[in-house]
């Protein structure tokens, strides 16, 4: 199995950054394989924020220029780097991985078959 552990949330004043970490382990965990994050703010459905596969990376048109998403395969770790945060990006932060890298980037919930317990990123006004 993988397991995939985020840390890094916390509670901040909007303007505030942030850097999100996604640590996977596992026997079957594939290095390269693709990774991303979700986000699920209260009311909300589940939202794609970004996503990164082995030579790729994708963003959501709604942290575009903010937030970027990058790796370090030798800790098999992901990041995400939120910058100029908003009250709107207040959410539950998930991160997510596939079994495998594909050629394009999926930014679909479904795509993913591992997740994370979430971290909590709260920005206040």
């Known amino acids: 199995q993988v397991q995939l552990v985020e840390s890094g949330g916390g509670l901040v004043q909007a303007g505030d950054s942030l850097r999100l970490s996604c640590a996977a382990s596992?026997?079957?965990?594939?290095?390269?394989?693709?990774m991303g994050w979700f986000r699920r703010a209260p009311g909300k459905e589940r939202e794609f924020v970004a996503a990164i596969s082995r030579s790729n990376s994708s963003v959501a048109d709604s942290v575009k220029g903010r937030f970027t998403i990058s790796r370090d395969n030798a800790k098999n770790t992901v990041y995400l780097q939120m910058n100029s945060l908003k009250s709107e990006d207040t959410a539950v932060y998930y991160c997510a991985a596939d079994r495998t890298g594909r050629s394009v980037v999926p930014s679909t919930a479904r795509a993913y078959i591992y997740w994370g317990q979430g971290t909590q990123v709260t920005v206040s006004s």
């Open positions: 596992g026997r079957t965990f594939s290095t390269y394989a693709d």
